[in-house]
Every structure is written in structure tokens, then in C-alpha cells.
């Protein structure tokens, strides 16, 4: 045998803790259409013990309206006559891009409502004031990541060694 109660609970005098505030999306619909192309050129060249990979990567969207420009290079030399033990480096820049991700980003601080509140528990939530969007990742500069690498490559009876002075970055953003 139990008892039960109902109706609605008085928690306006509960000494717990519960939100005050709270930031919410709206439902919206973004459309958006983000044209990019992108373009690669490498060569191989080889004279003597020395082996060169050059290369060059380009893109371009229409959402940040930058084209980058990104230089590759790989260098091997064979240090005996064998080709067994070899000195490697290379030079490399990288872009991070993903116009869609920003594109996105962009559309949905629209749809951003702040700053509804409630004085207590039971207390209905106030309307909120929506987001200016002061966001324009169209306006950013593109971050990139440029690369220089060091190493020395050794096979030995099958195996293949590796040993390399790890990479330096340098990051624009």
C-alpha cells in the first residue's frame, strides 16, 4: 500500500542549484553553395646519388576568395653506394581549410538566442535577445603550417630504419 500525490511540486524555496540562464538555436534552415578548386604539380629528378621531389599545390573558394599557394620538397642522398643509409629532408607548407565548416559556422551564430533567464526554479524563462552575428570568417587569413624535416634512413638485412629530427612548425593564423 502507498501513497501518492500529485499536482505540481513548489520548488521555489529549494536551496539547490538549478540554470538561471541559457543560450539556445533556434530552427533555421542555411543555404549556402561554396565553389573550390584545387590544382597539384610534382616532378622527380634524380642526377647521381641525389634524388629531388618538388612539387605545388593550389586552391582556391569562392566562400574566403584566397587562393594559396603551397610548395612541396622532398631531397634524398644516397650517403654509400649501396643506397642503404640515406639523408632525407624536406620543406613543406600546409593550409587548413574547410570553407564549408566556416560557411556553416557562419550561418549558425545567426540563428543564436542569449541571455533568456529565470529568477528561480519554477520561474518561466525570459525571452533572450538574439546574436549579432560579428563573426565573418570570410575576412580571416587562412592558417597554415610550414614543415621542415631532417632525418637519416638506414636498411639493414630487410629492415628499414628510420631516425629523424622531428619536424619544426610554424603556424599564421
Not at 502507498?2 to 540562464?21: D, E, I, K, M, Y
Amino acid at each position: 500500500m502507498g501513497l501518492t500525490r500529485t499536482g505540481r511540486a513548489n520548488a521555489s524555496n529549494w536551496p539547490g542549484q538549478f540554470f538561471t540562464s541559457r543560450t539556445y538555436y533556434t530552427r533555421g534552415r542555411l543555404d549556402f553553395q561554396i565553389d573550390s578548386w584545387s590544382a597539384y604539380a610534382e616532378d622527380s629528378i634524380r642526377a647521381g646519388r641525389l634524388s629531388l621531389r618538388p612539387g605545388l599545390r593550389i586552391d582556391h573558394d569562392s566562400y574566403m576568395q584566397h587562393t594559396t599557394v603551397a610548395p612541396r620538397l622532398a631531397m634524398s642522398l644516397d650517403l654509400d653506394t649501396a643506397g642503404d643509409t640515406q639523408l632525407i629532408a624536406g620543406a613543406n607548407r600546409y593550409y587548413g581549410r574547410n570553407a564549408a565548416t566556416w560557411r556553416l559556422r557562419d550561418g549558425l551564430d545567426r540563428l543564436q538566442y542569449r541571455n533568456q533567464r529565470r529568477p528561480t526554479l519554477d520561474s518561466e524563462w525570459t525571452a533572450g535577445t538574439q546574436t549579432a552575428n560579428g563573426l565573418h570568417f570570410d575576412r580571416l587569413r587562412i592558417a597554415y603550417d610550414d614543415e621542415l624535416m631532417l632525418g637519416v634512413k638506414q636498411q639493414w638485412k630487410g629492415w628499414e630504419f628510420l631516425g629523424k629530427v622531428p619536424g619544426t612548425g610554424r603556424t599564421r593564423g
